[in-house]
């Protein structure tokens, strides 16, 4: 038994590579949604970008986060 992954298409399934059998061979097939592959570390933060772009108010915002971050490491 070997497993392929590929491609649902209609009614087909599209294989990506061969797979060792004769043309016209019958063949059992058991269907499972493959696994997403895993997150590319900062893909949110891509996904993300411009998000705030029409927020005319993000840079007071962002100004009040980072003196709240001081005041919070200087009081530990």
Do not use: H, Y
């Amino acid at each position: 038994m070997k497993t392929i992954q590929g491609f649902v298409r209609g009614r087909s399934i599209e294989l990506n590579e061969e797979t060792g059998l004769t043309d016209g061979q019958a063949v059992e097939v058991v269907v499972t949604p493959a696994r997403p592959a895993p997150a590319v570390w900062g893909e949110g933060i891509r996904r993300s970008e411009g998000s705030w772009a029409d927020v005319p108010e993000i840079d007071a915002v962002m100004e009040r986060i980072a003196q709240d971050r001081k005041r919070e490491r200087r009081s530990q």
